[in-house]
Structure formats: structure tokens, C-alpha cells
């Protein structure tokens, strides 16, 4: 157990609101990331964070921000949600960029 | 930059074998494997790093071959518990994993 929790867990919204996903950890390490996991598509980095207030984008970035200002905390934003977001988003932590990723339980996201 | 998986699919019967390759078009800096149950988060099953070395957890074994940019995930002795969707992650060497869209393996009794 790698102290990874998620919230929500499940959101259900309409599109052209603002969401905003919560991913938390207990183990103060540097780097967190956020994916989205799709049919066909596997799973597909949005952002990550390599320390407090350091982020950078990953390859499926548009439509989407976040910020770091705890070490603990990595919050996703979708300013505007729209139905091609509605998707399954985990979380993942790593104590070393380049090393083994665990895994939140994810957020279900759907978007009317 | 996307890694291949191959097969999308595979059913088993307990105690059978199979072997789940993984293929970049990119120079690889590491290999990571994945799995996942329905509905759950991806579990990681081990990490392979430059040099081709070849990992194992129990029955489970994975090798690396950096010339070819391709990885191999092999399960011996299947068990029901093996069933899920297996993952390769590969690691660019700028702190960003690739994911495959995954091999789904099926073990029956």
C-alpha cells in the first residue's frame, strides 16, 4: 500500500463545469502523476509533478491544469469539462522520476 | 511513442504458459510491467532496466532486450489468479512512461 488515496471516487457532471480531482499520498515522495485510462487507448499521462509547484505536461495535457502547492497533494482541474473527458483518472506516486509508479484507486468521471 | 502489446488477448487454461511481448519504435531506458483486475488500479509487477537482465516474481518472468526495443513478459504455470490485463510501460529517460493498450489474458479452469 503505497498511501495513495482519490477523491472523488465516482463524479458524475455536466459538461462546461469546472471539476476538480483530488489525489492525496502519506509518504512525501517527489513525484506524482495524473493519467487517464480509456478503451483502446490504455493509460495515458496528463501531467505530473516532480516537487511543490513544479509540474509539466504529458502527452494528453489539453483541457486540463494542476497544481502542487503540498507535497502531499496533486489536484487536477478540468476547467471546462467536456463529454471526451469522461474517462477513468488515476493518480500515481514514484520516489524517483524513472522509477516503479503505484497507483491510485482512481476517480470514474462522467461528463452529460 | 506508445509501446505495442501483443497478443490483445489470450485465454488460458490453469497451468498453461504464455508470453506477452512488448515492442518501442523509441530507445528504451527501462521496462515496466503492470496489471490490472477489473475495476481496479494497475499493480506493479516488476521493472527492468538497461542490460537485457531478466527479472522474475514467482512464476512470473520478464526479460529485456534494448537492441530490439522490446520486452517479454512470461507467465508459467498459469493460475486463475494470473487473470487480468498485463501493461508494459516504457520510460523515455525524461521521467514519462508510455503505456500499452494492454493484453487481456483470461485464465478458466
Known amino acids: 500500500d503505497a498511501g495513495i488515496t482519490q477523491s472523488p471516487r465516482h463524479k458524475v457532471t455536466e459538461t462546461g463545469t469546472p471539476v476538480t480531482l483530488r489525489c492525496h499520498q502519506t509518504?512525501?515522495?517527489?513525484?506524482m502523476y495524473w493519467y487517464r485510462q480509456d478503451p483502446g487507448h490504455g493509460l495515458r499521462l496528463i501531467h505530473y509533478?516532480?516537487?511543490?509547484?513544479?509540474?509539466d505536461k504529458g502527452e494528453v495535457s489539453d483541457g486540463y491544469s494542476v497544481s502542487r502547492s503540498k507535497t502531499e497533494d496533486f489536484l487536477l482541474t478540468l476547467e471546462s469539462a467536456t463529454s471526451s473527458q469522461t474517462s477513468v483518472y488515476f493518480c500515481?506516486?514514484?520516489?524517483?522520476?524513472?522509477?516503479?509508479?503505484?497507483f491510485g484507486p482512481g476517480t470514474r468521471l462522467l461528463v452529460l | 511513442q506508445q509501446p505495442v502489446q501483443s497478443p490483445q488477448a489470450v485465454i488460458l487454461r490453469e497451468g498453461e504458459d504464455a508470453v506477452i511481448n512488448c515492442s518501442s519504435s523509441?530507445?528504451?531506458?527501462?521496462v515496466h510491467w503492470y496489471r490490472q483486475k477489473h475495476g481496479e488500479a494497475p499493480v506493479f509487477l516488476m521493472i527492468?532496466?538497461?542490460?537485457?537482465e531478466q527479472k522474475g516474481h514467482d512464476k512470473i518472468s520478464a526479460s529485456f532486450n534494448e537492441k530490439k526495443q522490446q520486452s517479454s513478459l512470461y507467465l508459467t504455470a498459469s493460475q486463475l489468479s494470473y487473470s487480468g490485463t498485463y501493461f508494459c510501460g516504457t520510460e523515455d529517460g525524461a521521467n514519462n512512461l508510455f503505456f500499452g493498450t494492454g493484453t487481456r489474458l483470461t485464465v478458466i479452469p
Open positions: 500515481a506516486i514514484s520516489v524517483r522520476g524513472q522509477e516503479t509508479q503505484y
Open positions: 509518504e512525501n515522495h517527489r513525484y
Open positions: 509533478s516532480y516537487g511543490v509547484k513544479d509540474t
Open positions: 527492468l532496466l538497461k542490460g537485457g
Open positions: 523509441k530507445a528504451l531506458y527501462s
